[in-house]
């Protein structure tokens, strides 16, 4: 077990800062003090953190950790750290490792005993779930599917039946074929399109998967695709004694089973479905009664 009281000891920390996704607002004191105090900020492109650096006046040592160069970059790192260096991971935009380099250096790091530190922030995928108007918990963050059109099709196919909200980051000029992927294989599911969160022309289309694609080919800009979980056996936050109670009540006022199931399931919104197993499985029925 590897144990880790982060403010209690005076080992070396890797700490993981997220930055802003657009709103440059949204960097957060603690990121700036955070990156101002380490000796060294890890980043994907120099360039580009070197602009949100400088705009808030931080002037650091900047190495590039990027996909291609995890290897040797983590190597880097963790010699800087054996050399008592604390060092900072940011991102191009919002928290590193998600859908971002900085996985292997954390694994490494942690392992042998160095303080990892997250500091809270910027994430485009929880923006857009809790604005979705789709239920948030559970949910699952799935991220780009595979370039490869066929390789996305057998990861939608994988994740068809999870009950849960899916997230999913797309690229504009890849929109319409992800969103035709989903159609196809998950069918027309209600559906959140995040856009530019955060800037000037932040815009949300909720609706069917269907509807969004009509106008697919018009969004610009950086996106989040949340889609909803499979439903159809998902027993939502069901009383089942409340349900066998109405159930049990249009019977006794004279309808029969099956249609005391139909207009509980209208009244309600559970699925037939549910109420019907719900009915005529004894061993769960005794278990409410
Ligand atoms: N690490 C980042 C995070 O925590 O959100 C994600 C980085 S990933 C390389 C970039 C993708 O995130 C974009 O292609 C888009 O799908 C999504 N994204 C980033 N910023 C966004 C924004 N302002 N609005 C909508 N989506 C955004």
Request: net charge negative; with cysteine.
């Amino acid at each position: 077990m590897n144990r880790q009281k982060s403010f209690e000891n005076e080992k070396p920390t890797l700490y993981l800062v997220p930055t802003p996704i657009g709103n440059l607002n949204e960097m957060t004191p603690r990121a700036i003090e955070v990156l101002q105090s380490v000796d060294v900020i890890a980043c994907e492109d120099t360039r580009t953190s070197g602009q949100l650096l400088k705009h808030f006046h931080i002037e650091k040592r900047l190495i590039s950790y990027q996909n291609f160069n995890e290897d040797t970059s983590t190597k880097g790192i963790i010699n800087l750290l054996s050399q008592g260096k604390n060092i900072a991971l940011i991102s191009d935009a919002g928290y590193p490792l998600l859908s971002d380099p900085g996985q292997r250096v954390v694994n490494e790091a942690s392992a042998l005993g160095y303080n990892v530190v997250p500091l809270s922030g910027c994430n485009a995928a929880l923006n857009a779930l809790v604005a979705s108007g789709l239920i948030v918990q559970p949910y699952l963050f799935i991220g780009f599917l595979p370039s490869s059109q066929s390789d996305a099709v057998k990861k939608l196919r994988e994740y068809k039946n999870y009950p849960m909200t899916l997230i999913f980051y797309e690229a504009p000029h890849r929109i319409e074929k992800m969103l035709q992927s989903v159609l196809d294989v998950m069918g027309d599911r209600r559906c959140c399109l995040a856009r530019e969160l955060t800037k000037l022309h932040e815009e949300f289309l909720r609706g069917k998967v269907s509807e969004i694609l009509e106008v697919a080919s018009e969004l610009k800009g950086e996106m989040v695709v949340v889609v909803e979980g499979n439903r159809d056996d998902y027993e939502k936050d069901v009383d089942y004694g409340q349900l066998l109670h109405m159930v049990n009540e249009s019977i006794e006022q004279g309808m029969t089973t099956s249609d005391a199931i139909k207009e509980t399931a209208k009244k309600t919104g559970v699925s037939k479905n549910i109420i019907y197993d719900l009915v005529h499985n004894k061993e769960r029925k005794e278990n409410i009664c």
